[in-house]
Protein backbone atom coordinates (compact mmCIF):
# COMPACT_ATOMS: atom_id res chain seq x y z
CA UNK A 1 0.00 0.00 0.00
CA UNK A 2 1.05 3.66 -0.33
CA UNK A 3 1.84 6.05 2.54
CA UNK A 4 -0.20 9.54 2.36
CA UNK A 5 3.57 10.95 1.46
CA UNK A 6 3.72 8.94 -1.40
CA UNK A 7 0.28 9.48 -2.55
CA UNK A 8 0.66 13.12 -2.19
CA UNK A 9 3.73 12.96 -4.18
CA UNK A 10 2.68 11.34 -6.88
CA UNK A 11 -0.45 13.84 -7.24
CA UNK A 12 2.27 16.34 -7.20
CA UNK A 13 4.25 14.36 -10.23
CA UNK A 14 0.61 14.18 -12.11
CA UNK A 15 0.28 17.59 -11.88
CA UNK A 16 3.72 18.42 -12.72
CA UNK A 17 3.34 16.34 -15.89
CA UNK A 18 0.00 17.65 -16.92
CA UNK A 19 1.42 20.99 -16.86
CA UNK A 20 4.67 20.23 -19.00
CA UNK A 21 2.57 18.58 -21.52
CA UNK A 22 0.08 21.61 -21.78
CA UNK A 23 3.32 23.88 -21.51
CA UNK A 24 4.55 21.83 -24.62
CA UNK A 25 1.51 21.82 -26.84
CA UNK A 26 0.95 25.34 -26.42
CA UNK A 27 4.79 26.58 -27.05
CA UNK A 28 4.26 24.05 -30.18
CA UNK A 29 1.47 25.63 -31.21
CA UNK A 30 3.15 29.12 -30.77
CA UNK A 31 6.55 28.16 -32.82
CA UNK A 32 4.05 26.72 -35.68
CA UNK A 33 2.84 30.24 -36.15
CA UNK A 34 6.40 31.89 -35.89
CA UNK A 35 7.87 30.06 -39.21
CA UNK A 36 11.07 31.41 -40.58
CA UNK A 37 10.94 34.25 -43.35
CA UNK A 38 13.73 34.37 -44.51
CA UNK A 39 17.63 33.09 -43.57
CA UNK A 40 18.41 32.63 -39.97
CA UNK A 41 21.83 32.68 -38.53
CA UNK A 42 20.70 30.90 -35.24
CA UNK A 43 17.34 28.74 -35.11
CA UNK A 44 17.73 29.02 -31.21
CA UNK A 45 17.30 32.71 -31.39
CA UNK A 46 14.44 33.03 -33.65
CA UNK A 47 12.81 30.39 -32.02
CA UNK A 48 10.11 31.29 -29.31
CA UNK A 49 12.04 31.11 -26.00
CA UNK A 50 8.50 29.41 -24.50
CA UNK A 51 9.30 26.28 -26.67
CA UNK A 52 13.28 26.03 -25.18
CA UNK A 53 11.81 26.42 -21.30
CA UNK A 54 8.78 23.76 -22.06
CA UNK A 55 11.84 21.31 -23.32
CA UNK A 56 14.62 22.24 -21.16
CA UNK A 57 11.80 21.94 -17.95
CA UNK A 58 9.93 18.52 -19.41
CA UNK A 59 13.62 16.85 -20.14
CA UNK A 60 14.82 17.47 -16.79
CA UNK A 61 11.64 16.30 -15.14
CA UNK A 62 11.19 13.19 -17.44
CA UNK A 63 14.66 12.42 -16.48
CA UNK A 64 14.18 13.03 -12.84
CA UNK A 65 11.12 10.84 -12.66
CA UNK A 66 12.77 7.81 -14.75
CA UNK A 67 15.67 8.20 -12.75
CA UNK A 68 14.50 8.49 -9.40
CA UNK A 69 12.13 5.60 -10.01
CA UNK A 70 15.41 3.51 -10.73
CA UNK A 71 17.12 4.60 -7.77
CA UNK A 72 13.85 3.57 -5.39
CA UNK A 73 13.51 0.51 -7.26
CA UNK A 74 9.67 1.48 -8.13
CA UNK A 75 9.82 0.54 -11.94
CA UNK A 76 6.88 -2.33 -11.30
CA UNK A 77 4.74 -0.31 -8.81
CA UNK A 78 4.41 3.24 -10.54
CA UNK A 79 3.76 4.14 -13.81
CA UNK A 80 4.96 7.54 -13.54
CA UNK A 81 8.35 6.91 -14.84
CA UNK A 82 7.07 5.67 -18.20
CA UNK A 83 4.94 8.93 -18.87
CA UNK A 84 8.63 10.98 -17.98
CA UNK A 85 10.32 8.70 -20.55
CA UNK A 86 7.43 9.58 -23.27
CA UNK A 87 8.17 13.48 -22.39
CA UNK A 88 12.03 13.12 -22.71
CA UNK A 89 11.58 10.78 -25.99
CA UNK A 90 8.46 13.92 -27.31
CA UNK A 91 11.62 16.62 -26.85
CA UNK A 92 13.69 15.13 -28.43
CA UNK A 93 11.35 14.80 -31.43
CA UNK A 94 10.66 18.25 -31.50
CA UNK A 95 14.11 18.79 -31.71
CA UNK A 96 14.83 17.21 -34.30
CA UNK A 97 11.84 18.85 -36.27
CA UNK A 98 11.99 22.16 -35.10
CA UNK A 99 13.72 23.03 -38.45
CA UNK A 100 10.58 21.59 -40.20
CA UNK A 101 7.96 23.59 -38.02
CA UNK A 102 9.73 26.31 -38.48
CA UNK A 103 9.06 25.62 -42.00
CA UNK A 104 12.62 25.59 -42.83
CA UNK A 105 12.57 25.38 -46.93
CA UNK A 106 15.42 23.18 -47.84
CA UNK A 107 18.04 22.05 -45.91
CA UNK A 108 21.93 21.79 -46.52
CA UNK A 109 21.92 22.34 -50.31
CA UNK A 110 25.12 24.03 -49.91
CA UNK A 111 26.22 20.14 -48.71
CA UNK A 112 26.28 16.73 -49.34
CA UNK A 113 22.48 16.44 -49.35
CA UNK A 114 22.14 18.57 -52.19
CA UNK A 115 24.65 15.76 -54.13
CA UNK A 116 22.10 12.79 -53.13
CA UNK A 117 18.95 14.91 -53.97
CA UNK A 118 20.31 15.02 -57.44
CA UNK A 119 21.16 11.11 -57.73
CA UNK A 120 17.72 10.58 -56.30
CA UNK A 121 16.39 12.34 -59.22
CA UNK A 122 18.75 10.81 -61.75
CA UNK A 123 17.50 7.32 -60.68
CA UNK A 124 13.91 8.24 -61.10
CA UNK A 125 14.55 9.87 -64.33
CA UNK A 126 17.15 7.17 -66.04
CA UNK A 127 15.71 4.51 -64.52
CA UNK A 128 19.37 3.10 -63.26
CA UNK A 129 21.76 4.20 -60.71
CA UNK A 130 24.23 6.20 -61.83
CA UNK A 131 27.98 4.87 -62.39
CA UNK A 132 29.43 7.20 -59.75
CA UNK A 133 27.57 6.64 -56.60
CA UNK A 134 29.63 4.38 -54.35
CA UNK A 135 26.51 3.69 -51.42
CA UNK A 136 23.14 3.79 -53.53
CA UNK A 137 20.63 1.68 -50.92
CA UNK A 138 19.56 5.29 -49.81
CA UNK A 139 19.18 6.51 -53.44
CA UNK A 140 17.65 3.40 -54.56
CA UNK A 141 15.07 3.00 -51.47
CA UNK A 142 14.14 7.11 -51.49
CA UNK A 143 13.30 6.22 -55.04
CA UNK A 144 11.11 3.40 -54.50
CA UNK A 145 9.51 5.14 -52.02
CA UNK A 146 8.59 8.45 -54.56
CA UNK A 147 7.67 5.59 -57.05
CA UNK A 148 5.48 4.39 -55.39
CA UNK A 149 3.59 7.09 -52.99
CA UNK A 150 4.36 10.38 -55.32
CA UNK A 151 5.46 12.26 -52.15
CA UNK A 152 7.93 14.88 -52.62
CA UNK A 153 11.77 14.77 -52.71
CA UNK A 154 11.62 18.40 -50.99
CA UNK A 155 9.62 17.06 -48.02
CA UNK A 156 11.30 13.52 -47.72
CA UNK A 157 14.93 14.97 -47.84
CA UNK A 158 13.53 16.34 -43.92
CA UNK A 159 11.18 13.80 -42.96
CA UNK A 160 12.83 10.99 -43.51
CA UNK A 161 16.33 11.62 -41.42
CA UNK A 162 13.92 12.46 -38.80
CA UNK A 163 12.46 9.23 -38.83
CA UNK A 164 15.62 7.92 -38.68
CA UNK A 165 16.16 9.45 -35.99
CA UNK A 166 13.23 8.20 -34.10
CA UNK A 167 13.66 4.49 -34.94
CA UNK A 168 17.44 5.08 -33.38
CA UNK A 169 15.76 5.43 -29.92
CA UNK A 170 13.80 2.27 -31.21
CA UNK A 171 17.06 0.14 -31.26
CA UNK A 172 19.54 1.46 -28.76
CA UNK A 173 16.61 0.60 -26.45
CA UNK A 174 15.86 -3.47 -27.98
CA UNK A 175 19.96 -3.04 -28.30
CA UNK A 176 20.80 -2.09 -24.66
CA UNK A 177 18.08 -4.63 -23.79
CA UNK A 178 19.45 -7.64 -25.71
CA UNK A 179 22.68 -6.68 -23.45
CA UNK A 180 21.62 -6.35 -19.97
CA UNK A 181 19.93 -8.31 -17.80
CA UNK A 182 17.93 -5.66 -15.96
CA UNK A 183 15.55 -3.20 -17.37
CA UNK A 184 16.47 -0.22 -15.56
CA UNK A 185 20.09 -0.10 -17.56
CA UNK A 186 18.18 -0.41 -21.27
CA UNK A 187 15.91 2.52 -19.85
CA UNK A 188 18.61 4.26 -18.80
CA UNK A 189 20.25 3.63 -22.11
CA UNK A 190 17.07 5.01 -23.84
CA UNK A 191 17.03 8.28 -22.10
CA UNK A 192 20.87 9.12 -23.03
CA UNK A 193 19.98 8.13 -26.34
CA UNK A 194 17.96 11.14 -26.37
CA UNK A 195 20.50 13.20 -25.24
CA UNK A 196 20.88 13.79 -29.19
CA UNK A 197 24.87 12.88 -28.30
CA UNK A 198 25.15 10.92 -31.70
CA UNK A 199 24.88 13.85 -34.25
CA UNK A 200 24.18 13.15 -38.17
CA UNK A 201 20.82 14.00 -37.12
CA UNK A 202 19.01 16.24 -39.61
CA UNK A 203 21.21 15.44 -43.36
CA UNK A 204 20.03 13.27 -45.51
CA UNK A 205 23.42 11.74 -46.12
CA UNK A 206 23.83 8.05 -46.45
CA UNK A 207 26.56 8.15 -43.59
CA UNK A 208 23.92 9.63 -41.34
CA UNK A 209 21.38 6.85 -41.70
CA UNK A 210 23.63 4.03 -41.81
CA UNK A 211 24.53 5.37 -38.44
CA UNK A 212 21.26 5.40 -36.62
CA UNK A 213 20.54 2.32 -38.59
CA UNK A 214 23.51 0.68 -36.52
CA UNK A 215 22.29 -0.05 -33.19
CA UNK A 216 20.05 -2.40 -34.94
CA UNK A 217 22.63 -4.21 -36.63
CA UNK A 218 24.37 -4.17 -33.22
CA UNK A 219 21.56 -5.88 -31.78
CA UNK A 220 21.54 -8.50 -34.14
CA UNK A 221 24.88 -9.37 -33.37
CA UNK A 222 24.48 -9.43 -29.80
CA UNK A 223 21.39 -12.06 -30.61
CA UNK A 224 23.16 -14.31 -32.45
CA UNK A 225 26.21 -14.56 -29.88
CA UNK A 226 23.07 -15.72 -27.49
CA UNK A 227 21.10 -17.68 -29.05
CA UNK A 228 23.65 -19.55 -32.32
CA UNK A 229 20.37 -19.66 -34.23
CA UNK A 230 19.54 -19.60 -37.96
CA UNK A 231 17.04 -16.63 -37.94
CA UNK A 232 19.49 -14.34 -36.34
CA UNK A 233 22.10 -15.69 -38.79
CA UNK A 234 20.19 -14.61 -41.62
CA UNK A 235 18.72 -11.32 -40.30
CA UNK A 236 22.62 -10.48 -39.65
CA UNK A 237 23.32 -11.68 -43.00
CA UNK A 238 21.57 -9.45 -44.58
CA UNK A 239 22.79 -6.66 -42.88
CA UNK A 240 25.93 -7.47 -43.93
CA UNK A 241 25.05 -7.40 -47.60
CA UNK A 242 23.35 -4.27 -47.03
CA UNK A 243 26.22 -2.17 -45.22
CA UNK A 244 28.60 -2.28 -47.72
CA UNK A 245 25.87 -0.36 -50.28
CA UNK A 246 24.93 1.54 -47.33
CA UNK A 247 27.72 3.56 -46.48
CA UNK A 248 31.76 2.46 -46.21
CA UNK A 249 32.77 4.27 -42.96
CA UNK A 250 29.76 1.96 -40.69
CA UNK A 251 30.56 -0.95 -42.76
CA UNK A 252 34.38 -0.43 -41.60
CA UNK A 253 33.13 -0.16 -37.77
CA UNK A 254 31.26 -3.40 -38.30
CA UNK A 255 34.29 -5.08 -39.38
CA UNK A 256 35.89 -4.12 -36.05
CA UNK A 257 33.07 -5.02 -34.31
CA UNK A 258 33.17 -8.62 -35.51
CA UNK A 259 37.29 -8.58 -35.89
CA UNK A 260 37.13 -7.66 -31.71
CA UNK A 261 34.55 -8.68 -29.96
CA UNK A 262 36.40 -12.07 -28.48
CA UNK A 263 39.33 -9.78 -27.38
CA UNK A 264 38.07 -8.12 -24.18
CA UNK A 265 36.78 -11.73 -22.82
CA UNK A 266 39.67 -13.73 -22.88
CA UNK A 267 42.41 -10.42 -21.80
CA UNK A 268 41.98 -11.64 -18.16
CA UNK A 269 43.07 -15.11 -18.89
CA UNK A 270 45.90 -13.75 -20.48
CA UNK A 271 47.08 -11.86 -18.08
CA UNK A 272 46.76 -14.57 -15.89
CA UNK A 273 48.79 -16.72 -18.46
CA UNK A 274 51.46 -14.10 -18.97
CA UNK A 275 51.83 -13.67 -15.04
CA UNK A 276 52.40 -17.56 -14.93
CA UNK A 277 54.34 -17.55 -17.56
CA UNK A 278 52.24 -20.11 -19.44
CA UNK A 279 51.47 -17.47 -22.53
CA UNK A 280 52.28 -20.54 -25.01
CA UNK A 281 49.48 -23.25 -23.79
CA UNK A 282 46.72 -20.65 -23.86
CA UNK A 283 44.08 -21.14 -26.40
CA UNK A 284 42.90 -18.25 -28.64
CA UNK A 285 40.49 -20.31 -30.39
CA UNK A 286 37.31 -18.75 -28.85
CA UNK A 287 33.84 -19.51 -29.52
CA UNK A 288 33.02 -16.05 -30.23
CA UNK A 289 35.85 -15.84 -32.62
CA UNK A 290 34.79 -19.00 -34.74
CA UNK A 291 31.10 -17.14 -34.28
CA UNK A 292 31.92 -14.04 -35.92
CA UNK A 293 34.52 -15.22 -38.11
CA UNK A 294 31.84 -16.17 -41.19
CA UNK A 295 29.99 -13.05 -41.20
CA UNK A 296 33.73 -10.98 -41.27
CA UNK A 297 34.82 -12.80 -44.02
CA UNK A 298 31.40 -12.31 -45.86
CA UNK A 299 31.56 -8.69 -45.43
CA UNK A 300 35.33 -8.57 -46.02
CA UNK A 301 35.23 -10.10 -49.25
CA UNK A 302 31.91 -8.22 -50.08
CA UNK A 303 32.86 -4.70 -49.09
CA UNK A 304 36.18 -5.19 -50.87
CA UNK A 305 34.77 -6.31 -54.27
CA UNK A 306 31.98 -3.31 -54.20
CA UNK A 307 34.60 -0.47 -53.55
CA UNK A 308 37.21 -1.87 -55.68
CA UNK A 309 34.68 -0.94 -58.35
CA UNK A 310 34.84 2.81 -58.01
CA UNK A 311 38.30 5.11 -58.64
CA UNK A 312 37.64 5.70 -54.73
CA UNK A 313 38.87 3.09 -53.55
CA UNK A 314 41.87 3.24 -56.05
CA UNK A 315 43.00 6.90 -54.92
CA UNK A 316 42.72 5.76 -51.71
CA UNK A 317 45.11 2.99 -51.71
CA UNK A 318 47.72 5.34 -53.60
CA UNK A 319 47.10 8.31 -51.09
CA UNK A 320 48.38 5.28 -48.10
CA UNK A 321 50.94 4.08 -49.46
CA UNK A 322 52.40 7.87 -50.45
CA UNK A 323 51.90 8.11 -47.12
CA UNK A 324 53.15 5.60 -45.16
CA UNK A 325 56.63 4.71 -47.98
CA UNK A 326 56.86 7.80 -49.76
CA UNK A 327 56.12 10.14 -47.16
CA UNK A 328 54.43 12.48 -49.78
CA UNK A 329 50.88 12.87 -48.83
CA UNK A 330 49.14 15.62 -46.82
CA UNK A 331 47.98 14.48 -43.59
CA UNK A 332 44.87 15.51 -42.10
CA UNK A 333 46.46 16.74 -39.16
CA UNK A 334 48.23 19.26 -41.35
CA UNK A 335 45.00 20.34 -41.73
CA UNK A 336 43.65 20.66 -38.42
CA UNK A 337 47.19 22.33 -37.34
CA UNK A 338 46.68 25.18 -40.03
CA UNK A 339 42.97 25.17 -38.98
CA UNK A 340 44.20 25.80 -35.52
CA UNK A 341 46.78 28.16 -36.10
CA UNK A 342 44.44 30.15 -38.10
CA UNK A 343 41.67 30.42 -35.83
CA UNK A 344 44.00 31.28 -32.77
CA UNK A 345 45.58 33.63 -35.23
CA UNK A 346 42.13 35.53 -34.78
CA UNK A 347 41.77 35.72 -31.22
CA UNK A 348 39.34 32.11 -31.43
CA UNK A 349 39.77 29.72 -28.53
CA UNK A 350 39.88 26.22 -30.02
CA UNK A 351 39.75 24.43 -26.52
CA UNK A 352 36.75 25.92 -25.87
CA UNK A 353 34.96 25.22 -29.52
CA UNK A 354 36.64 21.16 -28.90
CA UNK A 355 34.59 21.38 -25.72
CA UNK A 356 31.49 23.22 -27.33
CA UNK A 357 31.40 20.59 -30.00
CA UNK A 358 32.07 17.44 -28.28
CA UNK A 359 31.13 17.74 -24.35
CA UNK A 360 28.42 14.41 -24.72
CA UNK A 361 30.55 12.74 -26.68
CA UNK A 362 33.89 13.72 -24.05
CA UNK A 363 31.61 12.53 -21.32
CA UNK A 364 30.36 9.55 -22.54
CA UNK A 365 34.07 8.97 -23.43
CA UNK A 366 34.83 9.31 -20.14
CA UNK A 367 32.21 7.25 -18.43
CA UNK A 368 33.36 4.37 -20.20
CA UNK A 369 36.97 4.61 -19.00
CA UNK A 370 35.06 5.27 -15.71
CA UNK A 371 33.00 1.96 -16.42
CA UNK A 372 35.84 -0.57 -17.12
CA UNK A 373 37.20 -1.12 -14.02
CA UNK A 374 33.74 -1.90 -12.69
CA UNK A 375 32.85 -4.35 -15.61
CA UNK A 376 36.78 -6.24 -15.63
CA UNK A 377 35.94 -6.78 -12.04
CA UNK A 378 32.54 -8.08 -12.33
CA UNK A 379 33.36 -10.50 -15.35
CA UNK A 380 36.58 -11.83 -13.78
CA UNK A 381 34.67 -12.41 -10.83
CA UNK A 382 32.24 -14.71 -12.77
CA UNK A 383 31.56 -13.98 -16.23
CA UNK A 384 29.02 -11.47 -15.62
CA UNK A 385 28.28 -9.24 -18.32
CA UNK A 386 30.21 -10.61 -21.04
CA UNK A 387 28.73 -9.41 -24.36
CA UNK A 388 28.50 -6.29 -22.51
CA UNK A 389 32.44 -5.94 -21.42
CA UNK A 390 33.06 -7.21 -24.77
CA UNK A 391 32.61 -4.22 -26.78
CA UNK A 392 35.09 -2.47 -25.34
CA UNK A 393 37.06 -4.16 -27.83
CA UNK A 394 35.55 -2.43 -30.95
CA UNK A 395 35.75 0.98 -28.69
CA UNK A 396 39.18 0.62 -27.83
CA UNK A 397 40.20 -0.05 -31.38
CA UNK A 398 37.79 3.08 -32.40
CA UNK A 399 39.80 5.32 -30.28
CA UNK A 400 43.08 4.43 -31.27
CA UNK A 401 41.76 4.34 -34.91
CA UNK A 402 40.29 7.91 -34.65
CA UNK A 403 43.72 9.82 -33.99
CA UNK A 404 45.61 7.39 -36.62
CA UNK A 405 43.55 8.43 -39.13
CA UNK A 406 44.84 12.23 -39.20
CA UNK A 407 48.10 10.88 -40.33
CA UNK A 408 46.55 10.21 -43.33
CA UNK A 409 44.67 11.75 -46.14
CA UNK A 410 41.66 9.65 -46.59
CA UNK A 411 37.92 11.08 -48.61
CA UNK A 412 36.51 11.00 -45.04
CA UNK A 413 37.86 12.78 -42.12
CA UNK A 414 38.31 11.30 -38.60
CA UNK A 415 35.69 12.83 -36.37
CA UNK A 416 33.01 10.52 -37.92
CA UNK A 417 34.33 7.98 -36.38
CA UNK A 418 32.87 9.73 -33.24
CA UNK A 419 29.29 8.65 -33.43
CA UNK A 420 30.60 5.18 -32.43
CA UNK A 421 32.26 6.33 -29.17
CA UNK A 422 29.07 7.97 -28.13
CA UNK A 423 26.93 4.95 -29.14
CA UNK A 424 29.03 2.67 -26.77
CA UNK A 425 29.82 4.99 -24.66
CA UNK A 426 25.93 5.65 -23.98
CA UNK A 427 25.69 2.06 -23.25
CA UNK A 428 28.55 1.97 -20.93
CA UNK A 429 27.38 5.23 -19.11
CA UNK A 430 24.01 3.28 -18.65
CA UNK A 431 25.83 0.98 -17.02
CA UNK A 432 27.51 3.10 -14.60
CA UNK A 433 24.52 5.19 -13.87
CA UNK A 434 22.74 2.04 -12.86
CA UNK A 435 25.82 0.55 -10.74
CA UNK A 436 25.44 3.95 -9.13
CA UNK A 437 21.72 4.09 -8.17
CA UNK A 438 21.16 0.26 -7.48
CA UNK A 439 24.64 -1.32 -7.12
CA UNK A 440 24.73 -0.17 -3.60
CA UNK A 441 21.42 0.24 -2.49
CA UNK A 442 21.37 -1.50 0.97
CA UNK A 443 24.47 -0.35 1.94
CA UNK A 444 23.77 3.40 0.65
CA UNK A 445 22.38 6.46 3.51
CA UNK A 446 19.55 8.19 1.98
CA UNK A 447 22.06 11.24 1.71
CA UNK A 448 24.40 9.64 0.00
CA UNK A 449 21.83 7.90 -2.24
CA UNK A 450 20.19 11.10 -3.01
CA UNK A 451 23.65 12.93 -4.03
CA UNK A 452 24.29 9.97 -6.82
CA UNK A 453 20.98 10.63 -7.66
CA UNK A 454 21.12 13.90 -8.37
CA UNK A 455 24.27 13.78 -9.70
CA UNK A 456 23.08 10.70 -12.78
CA UNK A 457 20.06 13.50 -13.39
CA UNK A 458 22.48 16.24 -13.70
CA UNK A 459 24.72 14.15 -15.90
CA UNK A 460 21.90 12.87 -18.50
CA UNK A 461 20.71 16.63 -18.57
CA UNK A 462 24.28 18.27 -19.30
CA UNK A 463 24.24 15.55 -21.95
CA UNK A 464 20.92 16.98 -23.13
CA UNK A 465 21.66 20.58 -23.02
CA UNK A 466 24.93 19.96 -24.77
CA UNK A 467 23.22 17.79 -27.46
CA UNK A 468 20.81 19.90 -28.42
CA UNK A 469 23.50 23.19 -28.39
CA UNK A 470 25.49 20.94 -31.22
CA UNK A 471 22.34 19.95 -32.69
CA UNK A 472 21.89 22.99 -35.27
CA UNK A 473 24.72 25.06 -36.53
CA UNK A 474 24.97 28.44 -35.12
CA UNK A 475 26.98 31.14 -33.55
CA UNK A 476 27.39 29.36 -30.70
CA UNK A 477 29.58 26.57 -32.39
CA UNK A 478 30.62 28.94 -35.11
CA UNK A 479 29.50 27.36 -37.92
CA UNK A 480 26.67 29.03 -40.79
CA UNK A 481 23.49 27.48 -40.50
CA UNK A 482 22.21 25.26 -43.38
CA UNK A 483 19.19 26.69 -43.77
CA UNK A 484 18.62 27.12 -47.53
CA UNK A 485 15.38 29.24 -48.23
CA UNK A 486 13.13 29.16 -50.77
CA UNK A 487 14.92 32.34 -51.91
CA UNK A 488 17.98 30.95 -52.24
CA UNK A 489 16.91 28.02 -54.57
CA UNK A 490 15.02 30.18 -56.83
CA UNK A 491 17.72 32.99 -57.21
CA UNK A 492 20.17 29.76 -57.91
CA UNK A 493 17.09 28.18 -60.67
CA UNK A 494 17.79 31.80 -61.91
CA UNK A 495 20.94 32.00 -62.80
CA UNK A 496 20.84 28.18 -63.95
CA UNK A 497 18.22 29.46 -66.55
CA UNK A 498 19.29 32.89 -67.62
CA UNK A 499 22.94 33.50 -67.18
CA UNK A 500 25.78 33.42 -70.17
CA UNK A 501 27.90 30.21 -69.32
CA UNK A 502 30.66 32.35 -70.51
CA UNK A 503 30.34 34.63 -67.96
CA UNK A 504 31.95 33.73 -64.52
CA UNK A 505 29.93 33.06 -61.51
CA UNK A 506 31.50 35.21 -58.21
CA UNK A 507 29.81 35.44 -54.82
CA UNK A 508 30.80 34.77 -50.85
CA UNK A 509 28.88 31.20 -49.69
CA UNK A 510 27.30 30.17 -52.57
CA UNK A 511 27.84 26.90 -53.83
CA UNK A 512 26.84 26.57 -57.72
CA UNK A 513 28.06 23.09 -58.32
CA UNK A 514 26.12 21.81 -55.47
CA UNK A 515 23.04 23.48 -56.11
CA UNK A 516 23.08 22.60 -59.68
CA UNK A 517 23.46 18.71 -58.91
CA UNK A 518 20.05 19.22 -56.85
CA UNK A 519 18.18 21.51 -59.64
CA UNK A 520 19.92 20.75 -63.07
CA UNK A 521 20.22 17.40 -65.24
CA UNK A 522 23.45 15.68 -65.89
CA UNK A 523 23.49 17.22 -69.35
CA UNK A 524 22.67 20.97 -67.71
CA UNK A 525 25.10 20.35 -65.45
CA UNK A 526 27.69 19.78 -68.50
CA UNK A 527 26.68 23.29 -69.91
CA UNK A 528 26.87 25.25 -66.94
CA UNK A 529 30.58 23.74 -65.95
CA UNK A 530 30.28 25.29 -62.57
CA UNK A 531 32.79 24.54 -59.75
CA UNK A 532 30.92 22.65 -56.44
CA UNK A 533 32.28 25.46 -54.39
CA UNK A 534 33.55 29.44 -55.26
CA UNK A 535 37.05 28.74 -53.75
CA UNK A 536 37.39 26.08 -55.67
CA UNK A 537 37.90 28.27 -58.96
CA UNK A 538 39.14 31.25 -56.43
CA UNK A 539 36.17 33.11 -57.73
CA UNK A 540 35.16 34.08 -54.19
CA UNK A 541 34.05 37.92 -54.18
CA UNK A 542 36.98 39.91 -52.74
CA UNK A 543 37.27 41.00 -48.92
CA UNK A 544 35.39 44.08 -48.94
CA UNK A 545 34.68 43.84 -52.41
CA UNK A 546 37.67 45.62 -53.22
CA UNK A 547 36.53 49.01 -51.55
CA UNK A 548 39.24 49.11 -48.98
CA UNK A 549 41.58 49.97 -52.13
CA UNK A 550 39.64 51.26 -54.54
CA UNK A 551 36.52 53.01 -55.21
CA UNK A 552 34.58 50.78 -57.28
CA UNK A 553 34.36 46.84 -57.57
CA UNK A 554 34.53 46.82 -61.29
CA UNK A 555 38.45 47.52 -60.26
CA UNK A 556 39.03 44.49 -58.88
CA UNK A 557 37.85 42.05 -61.34
CA UNK A 558 39.79 41.76 -64.73
CA UNK A 559 36.55 40.21 -67.03
CA UNK A 560 32.86 40.84 -67.12
CA UNK A 561 31.56 39.02 -63.68
CA UNK A 562 27.78 37.49 -62.60
CA UNK A 563 28.39 38.38 -58.60
CA UNK A 564 25.43 36.65 -56.43
CA UNK A 565 24.77 37.86 -52.94
CA UNK A 566 22.26 36.31 -50.60
CA UNK A 567 20.60 36.92 -47.60
CA UNK A 568 23.56 34.67 -45.85
CA UNK A 569 26.41 36.75 -46.95
CA UNK A 570 25.49 39.72 -45.01
CA UNK A 571 24.60 37.73 -41.98
CA UNK A 572 28.09 35.96 -41.43
CA UNK A 573 30.05 38.98 -39.90
CA UNK A 574 27.40 40.12 -38.51
CA UNK A 575 26.07 37.00 -35.91
CA UNK A 576 29.00 34.17 -36.68
CA UNK A 577 32.53 36.24 -36.64
CA UNK A 578 32.11 39.64 -36.01
CA UNK A 579 35.76 40.60 -35.05
CA UNK A 580 36.46 39.43 -38.25
CA UNK A 581 34.22 41.92 -39.94
CA UNK A 582 37.02 44.30 -40.29
CA UNK A 583 39.06 41.95 -42.16
CA UNK A 584 36.27 40.63 -44.64
CA UNK A 585 32.71 42.40 -44.79
CA UNK A 586 31.37 44.99 -43.05
CA UNK A 587 27.17 46.42 -43.88
CA UNK A 588 28.95 49.53 -45.00
CA UNK A 589 30.53 46.98 -47.78
CA UNK A 590 27.09 45.48 -48.88
CA UNK A 591 25.59 49.57 -49.25
CA UNK A 592 28.13 51.09 -51.10
CA UNK A 593 27.88 47.63 -53.38
CA UNK A 594 24.14 48.45 -53.76
CA UNK A 595 25.12 52.01 -55.38
CA UNK A 596 28.34 51.34 -57.10
CA UNK A 597 28.46 52.58 -60.71
CA UNK A 598 30.31 49.72 -61.93
CA UNK A 599 27.57 47.04 -61.17
CA UNK A 600 24.21 46.72 -62.86
CA UNK A 601 21.21 44.96 -61.52
CA UNK A 602 20.26 41.93 -63.36
CA UNK A 603 17.67 40.19 -60.34
CA UNK A 604 16.24 40.14 -56.73
CA UNK A 605 14.12 38.15 -54.51
CA UNK A 606 14.34 39.54 -51.43
CA UNK A 607 16.81 36.81 -49.91
CA UNK A 608 19.30 36.77 -53.00
CA UNK A 609 20.50 39.28 -55.64
CA UNK A 610 22.29 39.23 -58.56
CA UNK A 611 24.44 41.77 -60.18
CA UNK A 612 26.96 41.91 -63.33
CA UNK A 613 30.20 43.17 -62.42
CA UNK A 614 31.44 45.41 -65.86
CA UNK A 615 35.47 45.84 -66.48
CA UNK A 616 36.73 49.57 -66.27
CA UNK A 617 38.24 50.15 -69.17
Known amino acids: MFSPSAIQRQRFQKVVLIFLFLLLSVALIITWNTPATGYESSIYRSTPLILWVSLIASVIVGIALVVVAIAKNE ?56 TSVIYPA ?135 ALHEKKIGDFNFNRLDLRSMLPFLVLLLIWFIFWISLFSIWDWTVKSMYRTICLEQEPSAMLDLVNQISYAQGYGYNVIEQVIRRLWAPIILFVLSVISLPLLWGNFSQGRHDERLFAFYGPLGVVALVMPALYLFNLAFGPLRLMFYISMLGTIFAAYFFAYLLTGERKGSGLQRSSLKTTFVILVIASLFL ?147 VTVMT
Open 466 to 612: GGVLNLYPSPYNLTQSYQTTQSEVAGMAYIYEYRDTDIPLSGITIAPGRFAHALLTPEERAIQNLPMYLEDQDRIAPWHFGYDRYASISSVYNEETDLAITQRDKLIYVDYFPDMAQYRFTDQDFEQLAGDPGINFLYSNGGFGLWK
Open 75 to 130: LDRSSLWKIGFLLIFLSYAVCLALFIIRGYYMWCMTGDPAHHIGWIKEILGMGHTP
Open 138 to 272: THIYLSEIIFITDLDLVFLHKIVPLVFGLLCILFMYVFARALFSKPAEALLAGIISCSLAFGYYLNLTPNGLANLFLPLALFLVVKYLQHKAWPWAVALSAVVLLYPVFHPVPTVFLGMVFLTLWIPPILPEVIK
